[in-house]
């Protein structure tokens, strides 16, 4: 793959001050623009370390464990006296408030730009944390010496001095004795303080014209002179950060806002994440705990009003009240009121407490990140505060995948007890996704498939003519992150009804072909084409899901008051259907009673053709005979009941499938989240895998070349097709290298300077620089490929004959009929023709359905005359005779494909 390439390079140069793109590019003959591509992927990847200046510079991570050596390196500075073990201050800040990405990348843009940094303006709203913001940005300085060590962060608020310009003046620059009356002695001024480091103007908008046009100077030029002072021109080196609540157009000079190559922008804290929210609060609560030097207890609910009263003046405030909140705590510690210092909601301020009654949604989403049956967090001041083990990732299958590893098989059924929370994570954050802009699907889904589920959707509403509703997005992109999972876990992928989808829904079937490749190329990983008999059924699914229609339901069982119906709940509601129903059994009442309710349930249903029941335990494993009694409906009981569970069984349920396929595939979660291999599934035929050359006369640097272009330019899957580099100087040589690889090998073509005559096309070099070049070899691939994957799902489907057998007959009628006919064979076409023709040739060639000793029929119509002559020797072949009715389904693939 091109982006590990770029890596392996990139490890094995050492270079001082870091490699360029520009400099990759011309080592392993990509474009620049792809090599810059791949090297930002990295760096998000955490690989790579971005080293901003003119040129960027980058660094892998194993030569460079910190963001600090690339500096020294830029900044001549010697690497032995550094520590370079030194994680960047910023690192983990970033990562904890993902909405400063930008802002934090700006920020280390401007300190570190060679020589001395640009000056930084940071704009936003009262509270934001633009102190704090300056405060980071001098340690990451000073972490990376790029100010001296014994240095000063001097913060001056331009508010207390805004009417006193004179005063001003004195503050910033200083005083020489008797400058002013009552002056006995010289004063230093602030600039002189923060020689060497960073002097952060608050308020800078409150700053009069006339102090502004002073202090430009000094940026400017460097010197200053003390106020009372004529004849001393004194020097500074001082770096400058600004900040402002106003417009800066509003207020400032535009000769001052010059001097600000870099300006900054804050979000508010209505702006920020929930989860960025969840840090600063535990950020804050643990800095309390390091002052006092204690450990401080607070209460969910504490934590709950924290986390969503509302804060008018953003970080500062939330800070100041968590802070006031400690004081009380503290103050009935040690008057020994409480034996330990505990937050609780009867101490907090008023206006924070109010939340835990009026804002209820936001109450129920923060019950999705509590654990279950936590009451009480301990901050602890010897470490810090560190809930990442607890709270959900970017989806909340990563939290599912921790609590699965780091539990035995014993200790599994105890995972029940965080069902509630996780019931409710899911809820909230998709249904409120329009209330609350933190609360999007986005938090559940990465953002790759997310994109990914877009393009899907576009492209089906293109073909379709159709709008998808809204809540079709998340139900598309669980199921491809679903599909990536089993994918991983090199679990098979297998649709019972793929030839029946093939048939009844082709136009369906087709846009999800082209769906599945669309994933295949953004994401880089192999799908087998029973994939596509899952997609098409999502796809259908919404077609028809405001029309009646026939599948099976899932009905959770479980004791409580509430659990069932809210597991039911969140599925359908996450994927858009009414297809779980839950019934809760309190402890009070009889099992019969929820047996007699789920069948007037099932008979009052007239769409139901199977039922998957899924219970937690005791008597309610047997409920599914009583109503297969009771009813004509067939049922699969399944003990085993969680979120993951319930939305997996009606994900498969839009599918099609019915009870015991249903039955084995939500059985197969658990085994699937257990693997930790990163297989990839390998090629149907193992033994062959397809192959293309690439072929020079001088010897293989060109064919490299041309191999790295097309690995390059063009997309294809990487575990069944290679391409070869291979030399031709001999003739003998070249053909005897050309069987060997035929052995080990498919080769479906060959690109070569020479006209060869081979027994696979040959294309012209020239092929890779063309756009019609490029598709035509595009389209090769994707036949070839698509003939490849059409030999595991026909293994299934098949038994009288061998796929690997039929299906190059096949192929060859499909190749004369498009000649034919004039049409174009696309790999769609491969696929629809060459399942149904093996199934048809199957089902004929069968003892039962033998009708060989039938004539053909004469053809009815020109298409079919054309067809007939082409189809003749391969029912000869196989013994079976096809007539006109056959013939015309066959001409609609044809006729389909021409459109």
């Known amino acids: 793959m091109r982006i590990d390439r770029i890596f392996k390079k990139l490890q094995s140069m050492q270079i001082p001050g870091g490699v360029t793109a520009q400099e990759l590019a011309d080592l392993l003959g990509y474009s620049r623009a792809n090599v810059s591509h791949e090297l930002n992927k990295l760096t998000l990847s955490g690989k790579v370390k971005k080293v901003h200046g003119k040129p960027v510079r980058f660094f892998p991570v194993e030569k460079h464990e910190s963001v600090n050596k690339p500096i020294s390196a830029l900044k001549s500075l010697n690497p032995e006296t550094r520590d370079i073990q030194k994680v960047s201050i910023l690192g983990k800040f970033s990562q904890d408030n993902p909405s400063l990405y930008a802002a934090i990348e700006q920020a280390k843009a401007a300190v570190l730009y060679p020589p001395n940094g640009m000056n930084i303006l940071i704009l936003g709203e009262t509270g934001v944390g633009k102190s704090m913001f300056a405060e980071l940005l001098y340690d990451f300085a000073k972490d990376n010496h790029l100010v001296k060590d014994n240095s000063n962060l001097i913060v001056f608020n331009c508010a207390d001095y805004a009417n006193n310009p004179q005063l001003l003046v004195s503050q910033l620059f200083g005083s020489k ?381 479980m004791h409580g008051e509430a659990a069932a119906s809210s597991i039911a709940e969140t599925a359908n509601h996450l994927m858009g259907v009414n297809i779980a129903h839950g019934f809760n059994l309190p402890l009070d009442v009889k099992p019969q009673l929820i047996t007699d309710n789920i069948i007037d349930f099932i008979n009052s249903e007239e769409h139901i053709s199977d039922v998957l029941l899924l219970v937690d335990m005791g008597s309610l494993t047997h409920i599914g005979k009583v109503i297969e009694e009771h009813t004509a409906i067939r049922t699969r009981t399944l003990q085993l009941v969680s979120t993951l569970h319930v939305i997996e069984a009606v994900q498969k349920s839009i599918s099609g499938l019915k009870a015991d396929d249903l039955y084995n595939e939500v059985l197969n979660v658990f085994s699937i989240l257990d693997q930790t291999t990163d297989a990839v599934p390998s090629a149907v035929d193992a033994e062959r895998k397809l192959a293309i050359l690439t072929i020079c006369t001088s010897g293989e640097g060109a064919a490299k070349v041309l191999q790295n272009i097309i690995e390059e330019s063009f997309s294809y899957r990487k575990n069944y097709l290679d391409v070869i580099p291979i030399e031709f100087t001999d003739a003998q040589q070249f053909m005897h290298e050309y069987e060997k690889i035929s052995s080990t090998h498919i080769i479906i073509a060959a690109i070569s300077p020479l006209e060869l005559s081979l027994a696979v096309p040959v294309f012209n070099v020239n092929i890779v620089s063309t756009d019609s070049g490029i598709n035509q070899l595009q389209q090769l691939i994707d036949i070839e490929t698509t003939a490849q994957l059409m030999i595991e799902p026909l293994h299934s489907m098949l038994n009288n004959i061998s796929p690997i057998d039929i299906l190059p007959d096949i192929r060859h009628f499909i190749q004369q009929c498009a000649g034919s006919l004039n049409i174009d064979v696309t790999s769609n076409m491969i696929i629809g023709i060459c399942m149904h023709m093996a199934c048809l040739i199957d089902r004929l060639s069968s003892t039962k359905n033998n009708n060989s000793h039938k004539h053909m029929e004469k053809p009815d119509s020109p298409v079919n005359n054309i067809l007939m002559n082409h189809i003749t020797p391969l029912c000869e072949k196989y013994s079976v005779v096809v007539n006109n009715a056959e013939l015309d389904v066959i001409a609609k693939f044809f006729k389909q494909s021409n459109k």
């Open 177 to 557: 004795k008797g400058a002013y009356t009552g002056l006995d002695e010289n004063r230093v001024g602030l600039i002189e303080k923060a020689h060497g480091g960073i002097l952060f103007l608050d308020e800078v908008h409150r700053l009069p014209p006339e102090g502004q046009e002073m202090f430009f100077t000094f940026i400017d030029k460097g010197t200053f002179r003390r106020m009372g002072e004529t004849d001393t021109l004194r020097q500074a080196d001082v770096r400058i950060f600004a900040a402002t609540t106003e417009k800066p157009e509003s207020h400032l000079l535009r000769t001052f806002t010059r001097r600000f190559p870099m300006i900054i922008r804050l979000p508010s804290l209505k702006e920020r994440t929930f989860q960025e929210r969840n840090n600063l609060v535990n950020f804050f609560i643990n800095a309390e705990a390091q002052h006092l030097n204690a450990p401080i207890h607070v209460s969910a609910n504490s934590l709950n009003a924290f986390m969503s009263y509302e804060c008018e003046n953003n970080i500062g405030q939330l800070r100041t009240d968590i802070k006031f909140s400690c004081a009380n705590a503290y103050a009935e510690y040690i008057s020994g009121k409480k034996p330990t210092i505990s937050v609780v909601s009867r101490i907090l301020p008023e206006h924070v407490k109010t939340a835990l009654l009026e804002n209820v949604e936001h109450r129920k989403v923060w019950n999705g990140y509590m654990p279950a049956k936590t009451s009480v967090s301990v901050y602890n001041p010897d470490q810090a505060f560190d809930y990442t083990g607890e709270l959900p990732d970017n989806t909340v299958y990563d939290a599912l995948h921790e609590l699965f590893d780091s539990s035995s098989p014993e200790s599994m059924p105890e995972l029940v007890d965080v069902e509630n929370a996780i019931t409710t994570f899911f809820r909230e954050n998709y249904n409120h996704a329009n209330k609350h802009s933190n609360y999007k699907i986005e938090n559940l889904i990465s953002g790759n498939i997310l994109s990914l589920a877009d393009d899907i959707i576009t492209l089906c509403e293109t073909e379709l003519h159709k709008n998808f509703r809204p809540e079709f997005k998340y139900a598309l992109a669980k199921h491809i992150e679903s599909t990536l999972d089993r994918v991983k876990a090199n679990k098979k992928i297998h649709h019972p009804n793929l030839n029946k989808i093939r048939v009844e829904l082709p136009r369906l079937f087709n846009l999800a072909l082209d769906s599945l490749r669309l994933i295949e190329r953004q994401l880089e990983v192999t799908l087998p084409i029973d994939e596509a008999g899952f997609l098409a059924m999502i796809l259908l699914y919404d077609e028809v899901s405001n029309r009646q229609n026939t599948h099976t339901k899932v009905i959770v069982v």
